[in-house]
């Protein structure tokens, strides 16, 4: 006969142990703590098709470690700038709910049909508006009790998209979108760096409003390198969350993507520091109504 305290875990084998009383995921202890590491390499498969069109999508694969973590089956995901769709893709390959919202209706377009071919068990929606008025597009759409259980999302990196430009000599001799939209809730084409901090924090209180009491939230970012300087975007995001009055998120932790297949592009020799950047933040952080 089975020890009482064997009867609270269920045992997968080589995945490890199950714990029922789990109130956060469907992980093993053993897979638990895999995840706890505070950095990982994560080389994603080379972009195809209509992916490439979008300057700056994230991996599925990498998106999908992340939503086994913070949420259980059937929970609801949420991306309030989801591009061409990779959170919601994620979600779905993991049987997850999810909801997402996109400015740019080429990015909105391209991912309404990666939704529909994927043809996911799971409800997987999208919804092409600013995410500045989140919270009253969803619940508009979802019902007004409608709540997220996790948000995975990565914004625009300010005006980097448009300003780095070795990348974007590439993009436009292949004729590749080089800025995201000339649409005016676009933050992306914010030129104050302060303005682009308090643009960006308006939308996670939307996010806030929307995720449910000890939710997580999940902002991939980096500090970025223009005009001569590093301007700390990672550092400024994950302080500036947490000063939004009632709206304010507790910063727990962060997870750094190494991009160790990147090549080394030749910058500042002989000259002056410049460093190649081959890595991403991962902002983890919770909301905590007590
Ligand atoms: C870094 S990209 C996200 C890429 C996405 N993770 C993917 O894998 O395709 C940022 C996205 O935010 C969108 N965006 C910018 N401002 C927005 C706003 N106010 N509301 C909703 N989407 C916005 C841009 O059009 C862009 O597609």
Same mark, same amino acid.
């Given at each position: ?14 995945r490890g ?11 093993t202890?053993k897979?638990?703590?895999? &995840? !706890? ?13 209509d ?7 994230f991996?599925e ?9 913070? @949420? ?7 991306d ?23 400015l740019?209706?080429?990015? &909105?377009d ?6 529909? !071919? ?11 508006a ?9 619940h508009?759409?979802?019902?007004e009790?409608f ?6 999302t ?7 998209l448009?300003?780095?430009?070795i990348?974007?000599s590439?993009?436009?001799k292949?004729?590749?979108?080089t ?24 939308? &996670? ?5 929307l @995720? ?13 390198? &223009?005009?001569?300087?590093?301007y ?6 994950a @302080?500036?969350l947490t000063?939004?009055?009632k709206?304010s ?9 190494l ?17 190649n950047?081959h ?6 952080f919770r909301?905590e109504?007590?």
């Amino acid at each position: 006969m089975a020890k009482k305290s064997d009867q609270k875990f269920i045992d997968y084998g080589e995945r490890g142990k199950y714990s029922i009383n789990n109130k956060l995921n469907d992980l093993t202890g053993k897979e638990w703590i895999k &995840f !706890t590491k505070s950095w990982f390499i994560h080389r994603p498969p080379r972009r195809k098709d209509d992916e490439i069109l979008h300057p700056a999508k994230f991996p599925e694969s990498l998106v999908e470690e992340f939503i086994l973590f913070f @949420t259980k089956e059937n929970e609801f995901v949420f991306d309030p700038f989801s591009g061409t769709g990779s959170t919601l893709i994620a979600s779905g390959n993991v049987k997850r709910n999810a909801v997402g919202i996109e400015l740019n209706k080429k990015y &909105f377009d391209i991912c309404k049909k990666r939704i529909k !071919t994927a043809a996911f068990e799971n409800e997987i929606s999208i919804y092409k508006a600013s995410s500045l008025k989140a919270e009253n597009i969803i619940h508009k759409k979802m019902g007004e009790k409608f709540e997220v259980d996790y948000t995975i999302t990565s914004p625009p990196y300010w005006n980097q998209l448009e300003r780095n430009s070795i990348r974007q000599s590439g993009r436009k001799k292949q004729g590749l979108d080089t800025k995201y939209s000339e649409e005016k809730d676009d933050i992306g084409n914010i030129s104050s760096y302060e303005e682009f901090i308090e643009f960006q924090a308006k939308i &996670f209180d939307e996010v806030y409003k929307l @995720t449910k009491n000890f939710g997580y939230l999940t902002i991939i970012t980096n500090n970025i390198y &223009f005009e001569s300087k590093l301007y700390p975007l990672a550092y400024d995001t994950a @302080t500036s969350l947490t000063k939004r009055g009632k709206y304010s998120w507790v910063l727990k932790d962060e997870k750094i993507w190494l991009q160790d297949d990147k090549p080394l592009i030749a910058l500042g020799v002989n000259n002056a520091w410049v460093g190649n950047r081959h890595h991403q933040f991962c902002l983890i952080f919770r909301k905590e109504e007590k």
